[in-house]
């Protein structure tokens, strides 16, 4: 069974800074556009940060700008979320998720476009 295992979440202090990262259980994902989405109590799921194959395209939805920054490692197939000044707002649960076509320049803010989940990490900022 394909996983997406995330890893990094925690609590950690407004202004301060977290790593998370997704380890996909199979090498195709390295082939694959990537994202981060988020999900709040009481809200809907939205794409933090995306980025296409060879990390020659990325996506940030405007609330995390310059304070965020997607990357991978397709040696280590190991996708990464830095957080940096993290605000409370930026609490919720973090998901890793993948498109499912290979060698795609295109990136997507779009849940339905994405084909694999993983499991969550939740991220709780306090302030």
């Known amino acids: 069974q394909v996983q997406l295992v995330e890893s990094g979440g925690g609590l950690v202090q407004a202004g301060g800074s977290l790593r998370l990262s997704c380890a996909p259980s199979?090498?195709?994902?390295?082939?694959?556009?990537m994202g981060w989405f988020r999900q709040a109590p009481g809200q809907e799921r939205e794409l933090v940060a995306a980025?296409?194959?060879?990390?020659?395209?990325?996506y940030y939805t405007i609330s995390v700008r310059g304070r965020f920054t997607i990357s991978r490692d397709n040696a280590e197939n190991t996708v990464y979320l830095q957080m940096n000044s993290l605000k409370p707002e930026d609490t919720a649960v973090y998901y890793c998720?993948?498109?499912?076509?290979?060698?795609?320049?295109?990136?997507?803010?779009?849940?339905?476009?994405?084909?694999?989940w993983g499991q969550g990490t939740q991220v709780t900022v306090s302030s």
């Open positions: 998720a993948a498109v499912s076509i290979p060698y795609n320049d295109y990136v997507t803010n779009k849940p339905f476009e994405y084909d694999y």
């Open positions: 980025i296409n194959y060879n990390s020659d395209n990325t």
């Open positions: 199979e090498r195709r994902f390295t082939y694959y556009t």
